[in-house]
């Protein structure tokens, strides 16, 4: 029986930003740019108060956010793409950065809004199943959890797109805790915006 796939480490990301500071070029890519103004346009509200963003990388879609954040803690798993993170996010002193690593590291607070964008399918299927509890049980009633994934396949990685945002899906099936606002698919991304349900 073959092995199941791990999550992808550290030191995965570290050797992906020591070869190249901008390495999915966040800074100067077209369909970045346009991924991400339909990221923050897939947002229904016009503040959240707490919001958390998983994989910020270079701060790139972080800087987008600020608009629509009160405080922002923004997190990646490797320390190097977060110096050019705290450049770029500088003037802006409600953003908080931080090395983290999740599932095995999550902060001790709740927030109205999660954004998990281009990260989940770097994990195993057992370390995105705890960090989605993780994200549900951090996000307040009526917070809004926002996932936006490439779909096509990928040999390096432990999942694809899609298997992350239907996983994700199953906890909005009827008396899950989620409910399903929206759905958009491009050509090679996916985005589907949640919220915690009150009751």
Request: net charge negative; with cysteine.
């Amino acid at each position: 029986m073959p092995s199941q796939p791990t999550t992808l480490d550290q030191a995965y990301f570290d050797a992906v930003y020591s070869a190249n500071e901008d390495p999915w070029s966040f800074a100067t890519s077209d369909y970045e740019r346009q991924k991400y103004e339909a990221t923050v346009a897939a947002l229904t509200r016009a503040q959240y108060s707490e919001a958390f963003e998983i994989g910020c990388s270079i701060g790139v879609l972080t800087r987008k956010l600020t608009e629509r954040c009160g405080r922002l803690l923004a997190v990646d798993a490797s320390e190097l793409p977060l110096k050019a993170a705290r450049e770029r996010l500088a003037p802006y002193p409600s953003v908080t950065i931080r090395q983290m690593k999740i599932p095995d590291e999550f902060p001790d607070q709740s927030f109205d809004l999660i954004l998990l964008s281009e990260i989940g399918y770097y994990l195993s299927m057992p370390d995105l199943g705890r960090a989605r509890q993780l994200l549900i049980d951090h996000l307040r009633p009526g917070g809004q959890l926002l996932l936006v994934h490439w779909t096509p396949f990928v040999p390096d990685y432990p999942l694809t797109g899609d298997q992350v945002q239907d996983f994700f899906l199953e906890s909005a099936q009827a008396n899950g805790p989620l409910a399903h606002l929206t759905n958009k698919r491009a050509d090679t991304y996916r985005l589907d915006l949640f919220q915690k349900r009150e009751d």
